[in-house]
């Protein structure tokens, strides 16, 4: 390892309502559910105990203040969870936010860390 | 707790070089070590055992392929810790570019998610 392999970053978004509310956690459970129409399929795509995924998911409908999931029984998909239009909106909302943050962080870091930045590989 | 209360946001910056390199809990190590010329302070300042705030520094400099801290021993200050001019550069651009990147998601964040924004409080 040598101070001419590149420095890489990673950016962790995380939003507060009463309390933590929205996180990559529970986007990426949201996500899973969304194509699974279901929290316990979402829970074990991730490694997660059906319980947690279930924590997770009451936590920040209670910091938020909405429901994320609304569970359908029967009909013609028998049954599962569905997301709610709020959970929607959120989930676009902070994927909409951190990809547009991780756009900017690439090229703020390339100016500042890359080859050619500010912090490494200057002419002394 | 309601959904019009606001929603704010925190980003956790974190680099990586061989394995996680730089991140607020380094940085604000430094920063201590800096002002007070000792590692051990900075650890007190922090509620850190002085063995943990020295196995950060050790795999932070180890990740990073430099020295971050020059211990001086007697002269006319007692000797003690002073940031490498490596742990400088880091240190300055880590900040500079979490407090750019702060900047810039302040502005968007407000876009999506405050008042006004796509999210919340819009007419249906």
Chains 1, 2 share one sequence.
């Not at 890489?8 to 929205?22: P, Q």
């Not at 899973?32 to 059906?50: G, H, I, K, P």
């Not at 947690?52 to 209670?62: G, L, P």
């Not at 359908?72 to 676009?92: D, F, I, N, P, S």
Request: proline content about 2%.
């Amino acid at each position: 390892m040598s101070a001419q392999d590149p420095i890489t970053f990673t950016l962790f978004v995380r939003l507060f309502r009463d309390g933590k509310c929205f996180g990559p956690g529970i986007a990426e459970l949201l996500t899973r559910v969304d194509r699974t129409r279901s929290l316990r399929s979402a829970a074990m795509e991730m490694n997660l105990a059906y319980s947690k995924a279930w924590r997770i998911m009451k936590e920040s409908e209670q910091a938020l203040g909405f429901a994320l999931l609304n569970s359908q029984t029967g009909g013609v998909h028998g049954g599962g969870a569905v997301l709610t239009e709020e959970a929607r909106a959120m989930l676009e909302g902070y994927e909409g936010f951190v990809a547009e943050l991780n756009a900017f962080a690439d090229e703020a870091f390339e100016r500042r860390f890359g080859i050619g930045g500010s912090l490494f590989l200057k002419e002394k």
